[in-house]
């Protein structure tokens, strides 16, 4: 089964590539290693504000699958086919959280979770999982990524 057809099995589906919002590329490709930029969840009162008081830790764990849908998105832009990553390398994300919440990692987990559904042991990554005291436009979490690729 292709990765895109798992994540269809998987109740997903594969957006386009969201365009860069600012004065940065999607990604920078050294070697076999894809760099991918921070990614964002789209900006609706749902998936903004702080967790946990604007928006609940279930929903900024939803938050963190739309974003890794649309970073792997990013990386079938890049390569041409999400059969061609090798591995998930690292992970970080980023909580909009208050100064007294440290449930940071179960957010990122709905990130991480998501990534060894879809790729099994390829999704396996290391990870930071941190708080911020906000984040652009107010978003509840943003992720980036180091993917390896096939040539």
Known sequence: MSIESKINALGYTLPEAPAPAGSYVNYTRSGNLLFLAGGIP???DEYTGKVPTDTSVETAQEAARVITLNRLAVVK???GCLDKVK???TVNGFVNSEPDFYGHPS???GCSDLLVEIFGDK???SRTAMGAAA???NVSVEINMVVEVTE
């Open 77 to 79: 832009d890049a390569v």
């Open 123 to 125: 999704g396996i990554h």
């Open 107 to 109: 957010v990122i987990n």
């Open 87 to 89: 591995q998930i390398v």
């Open 42 to 44: 789209p900006v609706t």
């Open 135 to 137: 984040l652009p436009l």
